[in-house]
């Protein structure tokens, strides 16, 4: 499975940006894909992850009721729409898949595959 991820740029606080994750491979419908961050000098936190049927979501305090995580399985594609960005949002985001479980993990070390990264940055 290779994923790719974009849609990232520069953006002022209380703006908008969506990002994608497509991936190839006739398995990514069954995958758990998760969104991840990393800003300078922090380690790797989870953002949101979610499992196949989309029944099963999960967000860090930190972006629930701003970021919105969705997937297109027809378009081998996951989505992440973030709404009301803030300075503190700014990292290179990036898009991994669980090919193991069923249900969405926020450890970094459980997912198989992991995209380039995507930077995202918002100013004040």
């Known amino acids: 499975v290779q994923l790719q991820a974009s849609g990232g740029g520069l953006v002022q606080a209380g703006g908008s940006l969506r990002l994608s994750c497509a991936a190839s491979?006739?398995?990514?419908?069954?995958?758990?894909i998760g969104w991840f961050r990393q800003a300078p000098g922090k380690e790797r936190e989870f953002v949101a992850a979610i499992n196949w049927s989309s029944s099963r979501i999960y967000y860090t305090g930190s972006v629930k009721g701003r970021f919105t995580i969705s997937r297109d399985n027809a378009k081998n594609t996951v989505y992440l729409q973030m709404n009301s960005l803030k300075p503190e949002d700014t990292a290179v985001y990036y898009c991994?898949?669980?090919?193991?479980?069923?249900?969405?993990?926020?450890?970094?070390?459980?997912?198989?595959?992991w995209g380039q990264g995507t930077q995202v940055t918002v100013s004040s």
């Open positions: 491979g006739r398995t990514f419908s069954t995958y758990v």
């Open positions: 991994a898949a669980d090919a193991k479980g069923s249900t969405p993990t926020t450890m970094a070390t459980e997912y198989d595959y």
